[in-house]
Each structure stands twice: as structure tokens, then as C-alpha cells.
């Protein structure tokens, strides 16, 4: 973490996973930002992040 902006890095099976973390990060006192590079290895991976 860097002047409140956290990096995120990792690899989890789904988007919702990887959205989860973000939104665990941000709640977090003195987060006030986040860098998401968590990467997908799981069957969503092949997804685009919009097709929600």
C-alpha cells in the first residue's frame, strides 16, 4: 500500500471472487483506492469483465 492505494495481486478462480477482494480491500481502514491486478485462472477467465 502506498499512500492509501492498496495493489492487489493474486489469482482466483472467478470474477466475483476478484470483485469480492477489491470490495474487502476498500473497506479497510486507510484504503482509500485500489490497483487490481488479480488475473483469473478459472472457467471465467475467457469472459470479458463488461458482459455482466
Known amino acids: ?3 492509501g492505494v ?3 495481486d ?5 470474477e466475483r471472487d476478484r470483485q469480492l ?3 474487502i480491500a ?3 481502514p486507510g484504503v482509500e483506492d485500489t490497483i487490481n491486478r ?3 485462472i478459472g472457467v471465467d477467465s475467457h469472459i470479458p ?3 455482466d
Request: overall charge negative.
Open 10 to 14: 493474486g489469482k482466483v478462480e472467478t
Open 38 to 40: 488479480i488475473t483469473l
Open 1 to 3: 500500500m502506498h499512500d
Open 6 to 8: 492498496a495493489t492487489l
Open 21 to 23: 477482494i477489491n470490495q
Open 49 to 51: 469483465r463488461d458482459a
Open 26 to 28: 476498500l473497506g479497510t
